[in-house]
């Protein structure tokens, strides 16, 4: 089944002389629990590309479908609440808000959107992630690692359709990289959820069913390493 669509997306910055391609013409699909790592070099376009994956940035030109849903199509409230809803966003730097705390960082998209948090869920989330004894705890009271176990559980507790993660290891030492690579895959095989990764980093994307080369703002590759 699939569950994004990219239909011939191009994003241009600037104009006449000055203009840049970032984007030229990029289509490919993903299936429902795929796991997908993108990379490339800096400035290939692979982070833009994430972006408007994720409703982040709009394209010049092309489509994105996630879930069947044209989300360009939607004015700028729809598709914030679509994002937080459908698109779970991990970052490099984590974003969370520095005055919440780790409980209130992971239901911010729930909050936002009045929605009940289902407790179980919640737990669920929390025990895999190992924060339970964390919870009550500021951002800048944790590690790295924890921050960023943190932007997982805020971007798996709506129950997205895709989670969409940059660099999220980026930060981190080795053994932290390696612990929150495992969980995104636990969370991918277990939940069938599907994972699209930007990194730099080859053995990390050698771990994908699927790579996805960027160069200039096309796609150069698109192999299949595990079907």
């Known amino acids: 089944m699939e569950i994004l669509r990219i239909e011939h997306l191009s994003k241009v910055y600037g104009k006449g002389e000055t203009a840049v391609k970032a984007l030229d013409d990029i289509s490919f699909s993903v ?14 376009g692979k982070s833009t590309l994430l ?4 409703g982040v940035d709009r394209p010049t030109s092309g489509k994105v479908f996630v ?20 698109i779970g966003l991990i970052y490099q730097f984590y974003n969370l ?15 936002l959107d009045e929605h009940k948090v289902n407790k179980k869920h919640l737990d669920d989330i929390v025990t895999t992630l190992n924060l339970q004894n964390r919870l009550n ?13 943190v932007s997982i559980g805020r971007a798996l507790v709506s129950n997205p359709a895709i ?9 981190l030492d080795s053994k932290n990289s390696g612990e929150i690579i495992d ?22 994307a050698l771990q ?4 996805i080369a960027i160069e200039d703002g096309r796609i150069a590759k698109d192999e299949v390493i595990r079907p």
Not at 137 to 148: A, E, F, K
Not at 163 to 171: R, V
Not at 183 to 204: A, C, G, P, S
Request: glycine share 6%; proline share 5%.
């Open 31 to 44: 299936k429902k629990g795929e796991f997908v790592a993108i990379i490339g070099p800096s400035g290939s």
């Open 51 to 54: 972006h408007m994956l994720g």
């Open 67 to 86: 879930d069947n849903t044209d989300i360009y199509n939607l004015n700028e409230t729809q598709l914030a609440i679509f994002r937080r809803r459908q």
């Open 97 to 111: 808000i520095p005055i919440l705390t780790v409980e209130e960082n992971i239901t911010l998209p729930l909050l």
């Open 137 to 149: 705890h500021l951002p800048n009271q944790l590690s790295g690692g924890q921050q960023q176990r």
């Open 163 to 171: 989670m969409l993660a940059d660099e999220p290891t980026g930060n």
């Open 183 to 204: 969980l995104l895959k636990m969370f991918n095989r277990t939940n069938n959820q599907t994972l699209i990764i930007i990194t730099h980093d080859e053995r990390i």
């Open 208 to 211: 994908a069913d699927r790579v």
